[in-house]
C-alpha cells in the first residue's frame, strides 16, 4: 500500500507539472493573441488611412485631369493676347513716331512762317499754321 501511495504522489507531481506547463502555454498563447489583435486593429487603421489617401489622390487627379483640358484652351488665349500685345506695342510706336514728327513739323513751320499739309496715320489731313 505505501508503494501504490508513492506511485499516486509521483503521478499526482507529475499531473500538477504538467498542468502548470499547460497553463504557461494558455498563458503565452494569450499574450500572442492580445498582440495579435493589437497588430491587427494598427493594420485596420492603416488601411483606412489609405483609403482616405487613395480617394484624395483620386480626387487630385480628377481635378487635374479637368485643368489639363484646359490648358490647350489657355494656350491658345495667351498666344492670341500675346499677339494683340504686339499690336498694341506697334501701336504706340507707330504714335509716339507720329507725334515726333508732327512736333518737328509743327516747329518747322513756327520757324518758318508757312503753311504745310500733314498727314497723319489716320488719313486726315492737317494743316499747320503760325497764329499772329
Given at each position: 500500500?505505501?508503494?501504490?501511495?508513492?506511485?499516486?504522489?509521483?503521478?499526482?507531481?507529475?499531473?500538477?507539472?504538467?498542468?502548470?506547463?499547460?497553463?504557461?502555454?494558455?498563458?503565452i498563447q494569450a499574450s500572442t493573441l492580445v498582440k495579435g489583435q493589437a497588430q491587427?486593429?494598427?493594420?485596420?487603421?492603416?488601411?483606412?488611412?489609405?483609403?482616405?489617401?487613395?480617394?484624395?489622390?483620386?480626387?487630385?487627379?480628377?481635378?487635374?485631369?479637368?485643368?489639363?483640358?484646359?490648358?490647350?484652351?489657355?494656350?491658345?488665349?495667351?498666344?492670341?493676347?500675346?499677339?494683340?500685345?504686339?499690336?498694341?506695342?506697334?501701336?504706340?510706336?507707330?504714335?509716339?513716331?507720329?507725334?515726333?514728327?508732327?512736333?518737328?513739323?509743327?516747329?518747322?513751320?513756327?520757324?518758318?512762317?508757312?503753311?504745310?499739309?500733314?498727314?497723319?496715320?489716320?488719313?486726315?489731313?492737317?494743316?499747320?499754321?503760325?497764329?499772329?
Amino acid at each position: 500500500m505505501i508503494v501504490v501511495r508513492i506511485l499516486l504522489n509521483v503521478q499526482v507531481v507529475r499531473r500538477n507539472q504538467e498542468v502548470k506547463l499547460l497553463y504557461e502555454k494558455m498563458r503565452i498563447q494569450a499574450s500572442t493573441l492580445v498582440k495579435g489583435q493589437a497588430q491587427y486593429k494598427d493594420r485596420l487603421n492603416e488601411v483606412r488611412i489609405l483609403k482616405v489617401k487613395i480617394a484624395d489622390i483620386k480626387r487630385e487627379h480628377a481635378i487635374l485631369s479637368y485643368n489639363a483640358k484646359d490648358i490647350s484652351v489657355l494656350k491658345r488665349e495667351i498666344h492670341s493676347l500675346n499677339k494683340e500685345l504686339i499690336q498694341e506695342k506697334t501701336k504706340v510706336q507707330n504714335l509716339s513716331l507720329f507725334d515726333l514728327t508732327y512736333n518737328y513739323f509743327v516747329e518747322f513751320t513756327m520757324e518758318t512762317e508757312m503753311m504745310v499739309p500733314l498727314q497723319c496715320m489716320f488719313g486726315k489731313s492737317w494743316e499747320v499754321t503760325m497764329e499772329s
